[in-house]
């Protein structure tokens, strides 16, 4: 595809736009098939997302849950293939104005994200969301 990007850096900043847009679908076209993601989760060794099709499942309940969620990028950085991003997440949770800072990882293999590791307070999210 002519005009994609292809550097680590700028096919995580595509990925994170197209998120932001609620745009999954061109979002998938920047992950491999066998991606896998991890996250923070109810125990200490976090959850793991599988494949995308996995990764698809998982966006759509959110977006179906936040539709107003996006994410400043603070900060980037690449070397080689590897991506470290300090972000801002937003969303809206009962009318309330929700924002988590996060850190991100990701590995770019041909143009494809093939890892992403997130970094978020998820106790602190529970918090907010039971309040």
Same mark, same amino acid.
């Given at each position: 595809?002519?005009?994609?990007?292809?550097?680590?850096?700028? /096919?995580v900043q595509a990925s994170i +736009?197209?998120?932001?847009?609620? &745009?999954? =679908?061109t979002a998938l076209t920047?992950?491999? =098939?066998?991606?896998?993601?991890?996250?923070?989760?109810? &125990?200490?060794?976090?959850?793991?997302?599988? !494949?995308?099709?996995?990764?698809?499942? $998982?966006?759509?309940?959110?977006? +179906?849950?936040?539709?107003?969620?996006?994410?400043?990028?603070?900060?980037?950085?690449? =070397?080689?293939?590897? $991506?470290? $991003?300090?972000?801002?997440? /937003?969303?809206? &949770?009962?009318?309330?104005?929700?924002?988590?800072?996060? +850190?991100?990882?990701?590995?770019?293999?041909? !143009?494809?994200?093939?890892?992403?590791? !997130?970094?978020?307070?998820? !106790?602190?999210?529970?918090? $907010?969301?039971? =309040?």
């Open positions: 595809m002519e005009g994609r990007p292809i550097q680590p850096i700028e /096919v +736009a197209a998120l932001n847009r609620g &745009d999954i =679908d920047f992950c491999a =098939d066998d991606i896998v993601l991890w996250a923070p989760g109810p &125990d200490l060794e976090g959850q793991e997302i599988h !494949g995308k099709d996995q990764l698809r499942l $998982v966006l759509e309940a959110s977006e +179906a849950e936040w539709p107003d969620t996006w994410t400043a990028i603070r900060s980037i950085i690449a =070397d080689g293939d590897r $991506v470290a $991003v300090e972000l801002t997440t /937003v969303a809206t &949770d009962h009318d309330q104005r929700i924002s988590q800072p996060m +850190a991100a990882f990701y590995r770019v293999r041909d !143009g494809l994200i093939v890892e992403q590791s !997130g970094y978020y307070d998820l !106790g602190a999210l529970r918090r $907010v969301l039971e =309040d």
